[in-house]
């Protein structure tokens, strides 16, 4: 994730260096005001931090070079990281976990400068120790928010609370491991909320509906495909034995629940646990059965399954039908809404993101209605549209792309009856 992503902002003159201090109410207030315009709010919300915490530092750095600070090792002064800290524990939970996400992006891409001579070629710089300070204040305050509330983005995808907890307590743990001290409070939040076991070896106080929360988030594709789930890099830490102890434990949880427990559970298994250990190999493989079932219950595709859930599936199933096939109206049998010359309907969309993908069919002249994929163009930012085929007549139109196309998120009623299979209802 970037702190700019566009171009270095117009910035005003280094202050003069001035002891750090809270931001003013008000302050906080157009902090959280920012929070509700998302996208360009958090561009806005990345300069207030990063241009207040350097010029109340006295860097002497013209501003106007924040941007590349990390590139040339700089980093955050220490009486920077000291008012990022105050920002934290300001009493505004938005604006604890905000602050957060940014030093946490800032010590990762602004090392500090080795000046030994000659200088330690790969030697990892140590966390400066305001951090586990501000990542204790996210730790401890995010609860008091919703989880589903935005307050950051990462390559376009919206971070909630909820995500950006469970990278802090990631986070904070990693501090913990390399002696970093850490408030007991805190710890004890990051163990329940991002460690495979509690204190006890017990499971997780919840983990049935973290892992509900987890599996619908992934179907719904609020995840990026290779990002890690909330138990996903402790897993591959864990012990044989002790990771068998995990799976035996998580199916006794999660097939009671079903639905998306076993889903979320299935996910974080198969993205994490190649070869399970012998003693819980039937555990394992029922968990992904439940999932599976789950997802033809729902009528999920036999397309849009995992290449491993499909190879498990095939295993266990030779010659077994996923979901039966549907097939289209004929052509004197059904009805179809006309489509004025010059108008346009939107077939599908692919998600529901405000630059997702949809297919759309217009209707140009008298006897010619193109299907179209209406995208937004990766460099510039503008929405473009792409004709993939033209047909005679509306009937035509929806038949061929029917039975080629795939589920998204969103299909028009009328077209659902030409689809090879309905769409799914996963809920």
Not at 285 to 295: T, V
Not at 308 to 318: C, I, K, L, N
Not at 392 to 420: C, H, I, K, M
Request: hydrophobic letters at 40%; one cysteine or more.
């Amino acid at each position: 994730m970037g702190l700019l992503r566009r171009h270095p902002p117009n910035l005003p003159a280094p202050a003069p260096p001035i002891e750090p201090q809270l931001p003013s109410p008000t302050e906080v207030a157009t902090c959280r005001a920012l929070l509700e315009r998302y996208d360009e709010a958090q561009e806005e919300l990345e300069i207030v931090l990063a241009s207040r915490a350097i010029a109340e530092a006295g860097s002497g750095l013209p501003l106007t070079s924040w941007a590349p600070l990390g590139r040339v090792g700089r980093g955050l002064p220490d009486k920077a990281w000291r008012w990022l800290a105050g920002c934290a524990n300001a009493g505004d939970a938005a604006l604890a976990v905000i602050v957060a996400m940014f030093a946490v992006e800032w010590d990762e891409v602004g090392p500090s400068e080795d000046w030994s001579d000659p200088p330690e070629i790969g030697l990892l710089k140590p966390q400066h120790e305001a951090l586990a300070t501000i990542l204790t204040a996210s730790v401890l305050r995010a609860p008091a928010l919703s989880r589903n509330l935005e307050v950051w983005h990462a390559q376009g995808r919206k971070i909630t609370v909820g995500v950006a907890q469970r990278g802090h307590c990631r986070v904070l743990l990693d501090l913990c491991a390399t002696g970093s001290p850490v408030d007991p409070e805190a710890l004890a939040v990051a163990r329940a909320l991002a460690g495979p076991f509690a204190a006890d070896g017990s499971l997780p106080t919840g983990i049935s509906n973290r892992m509900a929360e987890y599996g619908r988030a992934r179907y719904r594709l609020e995840y990026d495909t290779f990002e890690p789930g909330p138990f996903d890099e402790r897993l591959g830490e864990l012990a044989p034995d002790l990771l068998a102890r995990w799976i035996v434990s998580l199916r006794s949880v999660v097939l009671p629940a079903g639905s998306w427990a076993v889903y979320g559970a299935a996910e974080t298994l198969m993205r994490t646990v190649a070869d399970p250990p012998e003693s819980a190999t039937d555990d394992y493989a029922a968990i992904i059965d439940a999932s599976l079932e789950f997802q033809r219950r729902g009528g999920v595709w036999k397309a849009a399954l995992s290449p491993r859930e499909t190879m498990h599936w095939d295993q266990r199933h030779p010659g077994e039908t996923w979901l039966a096939r549907q097939f289209p109206p004929s052509r004197d049998a059904v009805e179809i809404q006309p489509l004025d010359i010059g108008g346009e309907r939107k077939l599908t969309m692919f998600s529901h993101a405000s630059d997702g993908r949809a297919m759309i069919v217009r209707r140009p002249s008298v006897d010619a209605y193109v299907i179209t994929l209406d995208y937004v163009d990766d460099e510039t930012g503008e929405r473009k549209r792409d004709d993939r085929a033209s047909f005679p007549s509306l009937y035509d139109a929806y038949l061929d792309f029917g039975q080629n196309a795939l589920p998204g998120v969103w299909v028009d009623p009328e077209l659902e009856r030409f689809l090879t299979f309905p769409m799914p209802t996963l809920e």
